[in-house]
């Protein structure tokens, strides 16, 4: 069975600036607590307190996700603003995807994956792990940030991209389409945060 998405995590600087940032972008997140999605926890903690290990640093914010073995067990999550409800997808960026697909595979426990010509896409059992070329990255997310990080971008599901469009224009929000999803304009920690249907 592949493995689980049980959690990202941010580590800032400044985490109670980083998440006020994430609120005005629409997420609920109580004090104290993470972002919670159906499909995994999205934690934002103070550097200081939680140095990164292996991480590499980006503008102080060093990224990273956890894989398990099998889904966590969590509470149903709240209601988001903007109308996220799972993470859809992670996305790396690699110069050569294909190269790394059985290191990829066998880290996540999934032999099938989908090889095309922008990289390749490997299923989670609740999420999807898209590696993706710089080019391809560009197309479909907009550029990258100077400096290459683990994540790059995650994917929202939204149960009605038209009640997320609405919330962003209320809040004055820049967004732009791409390909069928919503893409922010704002980038917190770097990432690139995208929005679809599922």
């Known amino acids: ?11 800032m600087d400044h985490p109670g600036a980083a998440r ?3 609120m005005r972008l629409g997420f609920a997140l109580p004090a104290g607590g993470a972002i919670q999605l159906d499909s995994a926890a999205l934690c934002i903690l103070d550097r200081a307190q939680n140095p990164p290990k292996d991480a590499q640093d980006h503008d102080g914010a060093p990224l990273s996700f956890t894989l398990a073995d099998a889904p966590a067990h969590r509470q149903p999550p709240a209601a988001h603003p903007n109308g996220a409800r799972a993470l859809a997808a992670l996305v790396t960026i690699e110069e050569n995807p294909a190269e790394l697909g059985a290191a990829l595979g066998h880290a996540v426990a999934q032999r099938e994956m989908r090889a095309t010509s922008t ?7 609740n999420t999807r792990w898209e590696v ?12 990258a940030g100077p400096a290459r990080q683990p994540l790059e971008a995650l994917v929202f599901t939204v149960r009605d991209m038209l009640a997320t ?8 929000i820049a967004f732009e389409d791409r390909m069928g999803r919503l893409i922010l304009a704002d980038r917190p920690a770097g990432l690139v945060l995208a929005f679809e249907a599922p």
């Open 20 to 22: 006020a940032h994430w």
């Open 119 to 125: 990289g390749i896409e490997l299923k989670l059992e």
């Open 132 to 143: 993706l070329t710089p080019t391809a990255f560009a197309r479909i997310y907009g550029e």
């Open 165 to 172: 469009r609405n919330h962003f224009a209320a809040q004055h």
């Open 1 to 11: 069975m592949p493995k689980s998405l049980t959690a990202v995590t941010v580590l």
